[in-house]
């Protein structure tokens, strides 16, 4: 594979500046917890189903756990010693405090209940590992792709016009379909239940939903002889939820950012601290690949000036998955094709920045996005656009390979639009197959001088990031222009410090594989 000459020390150091960074972080945030935490504990743990007026039992459970000045001591133990107590599972006992039926206390024998809790854990661990284990036995017997995957959407709003746009998009080529989520969903500080039919720009991203499109992409994947991968959004106020789900209905890739929901949907950045370590573990112990968001800084910076600062934000992801216990080849790490078309040399940075971040980031499984930002509506012009950015794909070998579509900025796309974009893709990848083992980058050219100057810049905006902290970086706006402040934004009051007899069973058994009991 052609390689530039990078300096390998330059990148040892911005690496472990970005260390240190998510390690502070997580030190100072690994005191709290948060209600989704303490929701997507509850899920784990069986608690499932709404109440009269479709509010979700996690919800009402934590309310109540919160205005009995329990959940400070962690959700698990206190309803697993009311399972004990009235030999009742996990819903039952949230159904019985909705009715007015049970009103929750500590547990009388704290230690027979966290006992209990772990029990419960173990066999939710033992399901998710049984999943695990059946998308390898789907990959063994239905084979794959070769990499770059074709990752196409559908986004209907309705989950059972979805599930026939997925299969159509299967059959034409697709190896991932990512199910857009409703427009706002990631405000909502609940998760809707059941099959939805009604969302705008998107389909809720539910449990239920989860269920109908894997069963749905199974079939159809027996069908062409491939398997194919289902991503959704594990992003917004409910991020362990929906990695909960997901992990329990067996999704193959979910969107997970440590930062992207505090600079673009402006929710607080303790809450998403917090909340994004617990999901990524659950994504790991799932074998789940997270895709993070740095292709989106691009969509409100500029795609030259700023691409330092996507590689930095890429190191700092990194790290914080790391912490949560992801594997290499489960980082998705985002990045994107967003030079001005009309920029003299353009297609050379392109090169530059997708070989670089393809040379940092060696064993990930990189997640490279099209143009949008500089799409006009030419849909001529776009598809050109999209076919070079077809070719920096197969050339510097990446991993999930978002489709171009031509009708970028005029509407969502048709199933014949998608047909196009994966004709275009599947045409370039294979007639430069082996183009990336047959060139050479010339040493100290123009595209290596780009790469390195990338590099240099990274490295010193990491020093500066370690220096003042994280929070305060994101507050003078240094990712996609944005500024967000550690007390603003949405969900800061779902953040609560634990106590000193603090209880969750997933992190030991998720994180350490441990089976004993706490």
């Given at each position: 594979?052609?390689?530039?000459?990078?300096?390998?020390?330059?990148?040892?150091?911005?690496?472990?500046?970005?260390?240190?960074?998510a390690?502070?972080?997580?030190e100072?945030m690994?005191?709290?917890t948060?209600?989704?935490?303490?929701?997507?504990?509850?899920?784990?743990?069986?608690?499932?189903?709404?109440?009269e007026?479709?509010?979700?039992?996690?919800?009402?459970?934590?309310?109540?756990?919160?205005?009995?000045?329990?959940?400070?001591?962690?959700a698990?133990?206190?309803?697993?010693?009311?399972?004990s107590?009235?030999?009742?599972?996990?819903?039952?006992?949230?159904e019985?405090?909705?009715?007015?039926r049970?009103?929750?206390?500590?547990?009388?024998?704290?230690?027979?209940?966290?006992?209990?809790a772990?029990?419960?854990?173990?066999r939710?661990?033992a399901?998710?590992?049984?999943?695990?284990?059946r998308?390898?036995?789907?990959?063994?017997?239905?084979?794959?792709?070769?990499?770059?995957?074709?990752?196409?959407i559908?986004?209907t709003?309705?989950?059972?016009?979805?599930?026939?746009?997925a299969?159509a998009?299967?059959?034409?080529g697709?190896?991932?379909?990512?199910?857009?989520?409703?427009t706002?969903q990631?405000?909502?500080?609940?998760?809707?239940y059941?099959?939805?039919?009604?969302?705008?720009?998107?389909?809720?991203?539910?449990?239920?939903?989860?269920?109908?499109?894997r069963?749905?992409?199974?079939?159809a994947?027996?069908k062409?002889?491939?398997?194919?991968?289902?991503?959704?959004?594990?992003?917004?106020?409910?991020?362990?939820?929906?990695?909960?789900?997901?992990?329990?209905?067996?999704l193959?890739?979910?969107l997970n950012d440590?930062?992207?929901?505090?600079?673009?949907?402006?929710?607080?950045?303790?809450?998403?601290?917090?909340?994004?370590?617990?999901?990524?573990?659950?994504?790991?112990?799932?074998?789940?690949?997270?895709?993070?968001?740095?292709?989106?800084?691009?969509?409100?910076?500029?795609?030259?000036?700023?691409?330092?600062?996507?590689?930095?934000?890429?190191?700092?992801?990194?790290q914080?998955?790391?912490?949560?216990?992801?594997?290499?080849?489960?980082?998705?790490?985002?990045?994107?094709?967003?030079?001005?078309?009309?920029?003299?040399?353009?297609?050379?940075w392109?090169i530059a920045?997708?070989?670089l971040?393809?040379?940092?980031?060696?064993?990930?499984?990189?997640?490279?996005?099209?143009p949008?930002?500089?799409?006009?509506?030419?849909?001529f012009?776009?598809?050109?656009?999209?076919?070079?950015?077809?070719?920096?794909?197969?050339?510097?070998?990446?991993?999930?390979?978002?489709?171009g579509?031509?009708?970028e900025?005029?509407?969502?796309?048709?199933?014949?639009?998608?047909?196009?974009?994966?004709?275009?893709?599947?045409?370039?990848?294979?007639?430069?197959?082996?183009l990336?083992?047959?060139?050479?980058?010339?040493?100290?050219?123009q595209?290596?001088?780009?790469?390195?100057?990338?590099?240099?810049?990274?490295?010193?905006?990491?020093?500066?990031?370690?220096?003042?902290?994280?929070?305060a970086?994101?507050?003078q706006?240094?990712?996609?222009?944005?500024?967000?402040?550690?007390?603003g934004?949405?969900?800061l009051?779902?953040?609560?410090?634990?106590?000193?007899?603090?209880?969750?069973?997933?992190?030991?058994?998720?994180?350490?594989?441990?089976?004993r009991?706490?």
């Amino acid at each position: 594979m052609a390689q530039l000459h990078l300096d390998q020390a330059q990148i040892d150091r911005a690496r472990n500046s970005a260390r240190r960074i998510a390690r502070r972080v997580f030190e100072q945030m690994n005191r709290f917890t948060t209600t989704t935490v303490e929701r997507a504990t509850l899920r784990l743990l069986g608690v499932d189903g709404v109440d009269e007026n479709m509010v979700p039992l996690p919800n009402r459970l934590v309310s109540h756990l919160q205005e009995q000045k329990l959940l400070s001591h962690g959700a698990a133990a206190v309803v697993a010693g009311a399972m004990s107590d009235h030999n009742w599972t996990a819903r039952q006992v949230a159904e019985a405090v909705v009715a007015g039926r049970l009103v929750l206390d500590r547990p009388r024998d704290e230690t027979a209940a966290r006992a209990a809790a772990a029990a419960e854990a173990r066999r939710m661990c033992a399901h998710i590992a049984r999943q695990r284990a059946r998308r390898d036995a789907g990959i063994g017997s239905c084979g794959e792709s070769r990499t770059p995957w074709l990752y196409l959407i559908v986004a209907t709003g309705n989950i059972h016009e979805d599930v026939i746009q997925a299969r159509a998009a299967a059959e034409q080529g697709a190896d991932i379909i990512a199910v857009i989520r409703s427009t706002g969903q990631s405000l909502l500080d609940y998760v809707p239940y059941g099959a939805t039919t009604e969302g705008f720009g998107g389909t809720y991203a539910t449990q239920e939903n989860f269920r109908l499109m894997r069963a749905a992409l199974d079939e159809a994947g027996s069908k062409v002889g491939r398997y194919i991968r289902l991503t959704n959004y594990c992003s917004g106020l409910c991020m362990p939820e929906i990695a909960a789900m997901g992990a329990m209905e067996r999704l193959d890739m979910m969107l997970n950012d440590s930062m992207y929901g505090i600079i673009f949907r402006d929710i607080n950045m303790q809450r998403t601290f917090i909340d994004q370590f617990f999901s990524r573990m659950v994504n790991a112990y799932a074998g789940i690949i997270i895709n993070t968001g740095e292709d989106n800084y691009l969509t409100t910076a500029d795609a030259c000036e700023a691409a330092h600062t996507v590689l930095a934000s890429q190191l700092i992801n990194e790290q914080f998955a790391c912490l949560s216990g992801l594997a290499p080849e489960q980082m998705g790490l985002g990045h994107a094709f967003e030079i001005d078309p009309e920029l003299e040399n353009g297609f050379l940075w392109e090169i530059a920045h997708a070989q670089l971040v393809r040379q940092v980031f060696p064993e990930a499984s990189l997640k490279y996005m099209p143009p949008t930002r500089h799409m006009t509506g030419n849909i001529f012009k776009g598809h050109v656009q999209d076919a070079l950015f077809n070719i920096v794909s197969t050339l510097t070998q990446q991993n999930i390979h978002l489709l171009g579509m031509m009708t970028e900025a005029i509407h969502t796309p048709f199933i014949q639009d998608r047909f196009l974009a994966v004709q275009n893709a599947k045409y370039v990848f294979n007639t430069m197959r082996d183009l990336h083992s047959e060139v050479e980058f010339r040493r100290d050219g123009q595209i290596e001088q780009r790469a390195q100057r990338v590099l240099s810049e990274t490295e010193q905006i990491l020093a500066e990031i370690e220096r003042i902290g994280l929070p305060a970086a994101i507050s003078q706006g240094t990712f996609a222009e944005i500024s967000r402040q550690p007390d603003g934004g949405k969900g800061l009051d779902g953040v609560l410090a634990k106590s000193a007899d603090y209880f969750n069973p997933f992190p030991k058994l998720m994180l350490q594989g441990d089976d004993r009991d706490d």
